[in-house]
């Protein structure tokens, strides 16, 4: 009896995105996120879900409602994971955007 070819299977793999081409001038600031996350063609709601991250948060990031942030412990933790799944430097975005944060924290 001839052996029997197995289906092929289909594997769902979900690469990393590739790096979003930022300039390397660009400060980081919750516009900036917003558009790389547009280009990824990810939603708020796709985003939280795969960072884990509460989509509030996200809102405010993007929003730069820096005084609704949490801490800044919590916040650079958000930052790194943010960054992580949108394909972008962890450290040079949560320094970017905590400069603005601390900037404006120091105003008021």
């Not at 933790?77 to 944060?101: H, P, Q």
Request: glycine residues 8%; charged residues 30%; proline residues 6%.
């Amino acid at each position: 009896m001839p052996a029997r070819a197995s289906p092929a299977r289909e594997f769902k793999v979900e690469a990393r995105p590739k790096p979003y081409e930022v300039p390397p001038e660009a400060e980081f600031n919750g516009g900036l996120l917003r558009q790389v996350r547009m280009a990824r063609g990810l939603s708020l709601s796709q985003l939280a879900e795969r960072t884990r991250i509460g989509s509030k948060h996200l809102e405010n990031v993007e929003a730069d409602r820096y005084d609704a942030l949490p801490a800044v412990v919590y916040l650079r933790g958000i930052l790194m994971n943010l960054a992580r799944e949108l394909g972008l430097d962890g450290i040079r975005v949560s320094k970017s955007y905590l400069a603005f944060v601390e900037a404006h924290r120091s105003k008021g």
